[in-house]
């Protein structure tokens, strides 16, 4: 695989905690990607829903170098928020992966396609929060991205309206699949997306780094 006319080494020899493609095959993989600056309960909650909600067998943390769309001013070493993830996440189904870091991917829609490629037999759902949603639009190759791969979204307090209203949601929005598909959602042809209410915590890792500034 090329990008940027170099080429990768084979998957077996990235050191990013990935099972092989024979391990999962067929299993139903629920991608939740950010900075995880720092991980907190509040992934977990997610992926916990999602584990139950969508009925997935797993959900992968990709922690990403850095975020195209946020500074860079006040992010930790990516070491260090690697090992911040696997603390917080204490859930056998919930894989922390340093995927983008070694093959050195910037954007979703290069992650994607990389995974896609490696394991075909797997159903992959795109997880991210009310928040992301409102704001795709701004995400490199947006539109490849919903026609790609099925999107869980989950609530946030007073992100629903932009969320809901934004750009994606609206020019995607006769692909919404409601509540009583959710399971099925994850082998669903995309573009399809899902608005997953839940209540519980609402922790953001903007208020933490405040807080232990």
């Known amino acids: 695989m090329k990008k940027n006319g170099r080429r990768f080494k084979p998957m ?22 950010g900075s995880f600056n720092p991980a907190h309960q509040g992934h977990r909650f997610i992926s916990i829903a999602a584990l139950e909600r969508l009925g997935l067998d797993q959900v992968w943390w990709l922690v990403a170098p850095q975020n195209p769309l946020k500074s860079e001013d006040s992010l930790a070493p990516l070491k260090t928020r690697l090992a911040g993830a696997e603390k917080v996440s204490k859930e056998k189904n919930i894989l922390v992966m340093n995927l983008e870091g ?4 910037e954007f979703t829609v290069d992650t994607l396609g990389f995974l896609k490629a490696q ?23 947006w539109e490849k991205i ?32 409601m509540e009583e598909k959710f399971k099925s959602l994850v082998v669903t042809e995309p573009p399809a997306w899902g608005y997953i209410g839940i209540e519980g ?9 405040a807080k232990a500034s």
């Open 12 to 33: 077996a020899e990235n050191p990013y905690n990935s099972p092989s493609p024979t391990t999962v095959s067929g299993m139903r993989i629920g991608l939740l990607g």
């Open 146 to 177: 919903m026609t790609s791969i099925p999107l869980g979204v989950f609530s946030r307090p007073g992100y629903e309206a932009a969320a809901l209203g934004g750009k994606a949601a609206t020019h995607y929005k006769k692909y919404r699949v």
């Open 102 to 105: 070694p093959l050195g991917f």
């Open 201 to 209: 915590q609402d922790i953001s890792g903007t208020r933490l780094r």
């Open 119 to 141: 394991y075909p037999q797997t159903h992959f759902i795109w997880l991210m929060g009310a928040d992301c949603l409102g704001e795709l639009h701004k995400w490199k190759s």
